[in-house]
């Protein structure tokens, strides 16, 4: 089976072609007009995606090897996202499926991200044969789910006010990165001491005024953004200079504490043996490493993965989709954008309704 998939969400401009479970292409473009802005102006995002979604489609189709009319199925991010920005993709999407005659599949963003562990690019990835703790971590998103084999899952914690990749971006924009500010705090914070200053890790073992962090899986990362402004604004611009690695090193540390700490505590309060990190930030170097140490002292297995799929891209789009189709989901000829997250907790099965 061969699956298009094309993804919009929000500044990745992505299609790639999946043949029988393989990435055959996987083309993005990440969109640069932002960053003047601090963040993703949702308009630009839109005219953005709607001026490169034909060319990369082609690309995707050409570095394949194969023709549109050779597509067995299209598939599209269908939420959540921004609105506009999902929108061109999702109806670009269902034009070309019913254009060619073929199937439409939509896709939820972060249960891709969710198995993008398992994308196949050539080496295949296996998901394990038991449940697994997934930390899925992206601009807009902070979740831990733990994950079933059958594709179910259940979230067991979610941020209660910004996502992580949201907490890189704005302290970095404070320290006068461009955004995504994430990869250039990554970078940075390679040449810096981690324990320069200590930000505050709220709802964990190191927070000064939660007690009930235990058993707590929800995270909060605000408070952080806010220390970490009022402690630049005590700071010399010559200080800010001098220290900017050592500070983008302790603002990493404090998001990453608290990310390994609640993934490892969901892990051992169910008795999971088997971790992983999907999304935007889990391409962090810091996290990567932090985990798979933690992971290491509890005999937990890691998966993660390639950079390439952390942050988004259309190869797990085709790829959930073909894992769907393969659990019976049937495809449709038409779908409604879902912009909006809507993670209640408890369990659910991935895009099988
Ligand atoms: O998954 P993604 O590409 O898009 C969303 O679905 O949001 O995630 C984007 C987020 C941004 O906040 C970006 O700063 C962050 O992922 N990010 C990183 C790194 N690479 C991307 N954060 C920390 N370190 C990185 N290396
Ligand atoms: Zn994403």
New binding site residues.
């Given amino acids: 089976m061969i699956i298009l998939g094309i993804e919009t969400?929000?500044?990745?401009t992505s299609a790639a072609v999946v043949r029988d479970g393989r990435v055959e292409s996987n083309i993005v473009s990440s969109q640069r007009c932002h960053s003047a802005f601090g963040g993703v102006v949702p308009e630009l995002a839109s005219r953005e995606h709607e001026r490169l979604i034909v060319s990369i489609t082609d690309s995707a189709v050409t570095e394949a090897n194969i023709t549109k009319n050779e597509l067995d199925v299209i598939a599209a991010t269908a939420g959540p996202?921004l609105i506009g920005a999902i929108m061109v993709g999702l109806c670009f999407a269902q034009g070309l499926a019913y254009a060619l005659g073929k199937p439409f599949v939509p896709v939820n963003?972060?249960e891709a991200?969710i198995f993008s562990p398992f994308i196949n690019d050539g080496e295949a990835h296996h998901a394990p044969r038991g449940s697994f703790v997934s930390l899925t971590?992206?601009?807009?998103?902070t979740l831990l789910s733990v994950v079933a084999h059958d594709l179910s899952y259940e979230v067991i914690g979610r941020t209660l006010d910004d996502?992580?990749?949201?907490a890189?971006?704005k302290t970095?924009k404070m320290l006068g990165l461009p955004?995504?500010?994430?990869?250039?705090?990554?970078?940075l914070a390679a040449k810096g001491d981690r324990g320069f200053h200590k930000f505050p890790r709220a709802l964990t073992s190191q927070s000064q005024t939660s007690k009930s962090y235990l058993g707590n899986f929800d995270f909060s990362f605000s408070g952080l953004k806010t220390s970490v402004l009022t402690w630049l604004q005590k700071q010399t611009p010559e200080f800010i200079e001098l220290h900017l690695a050592d500070i983008a090193a302790s603002i990493?540390w404090a998001?990453v504490s608290v990310l390994v700490e609640k993934t490892i505590l969901a892990a051992r309060s169910r008795g999971i043996k088997s971790v992983s990190i999907?999304?935007?930030?889990?391409?962090?170097?810091?996290?990567r490493k932090a985990m798979k140490e933690a992971c290491d002292k509890e005999c937990i297995t890691l998966y993660i993965p390639g950079?390439v799929y952390?942050?988004?891209?259309a190869a797990m789009i085709a790829t959930l989709a073909g894992v769907k189709l393969s659990r019976g989901m049937q495809a449709e000829h038409s779908y409604n954008i879902a912009p909006y997250a809507s993670f209640a907790a408890g369990r659910r099965k991935a895009g099988l309704k």
């Fill in positions: 969400s929000c500044d990745e996202g963003h972060i991200h971590v992206s601009g807009g998103h996502a992580a990749g949201e890189f971006d970095g955004y995504p500010a994430g990869p250039e705090i990554d970078k990493q998001i999907a999304g935007g930030v889990s391409a962090n170097s810091g996290l950079t952390s942050t988004d891209n």
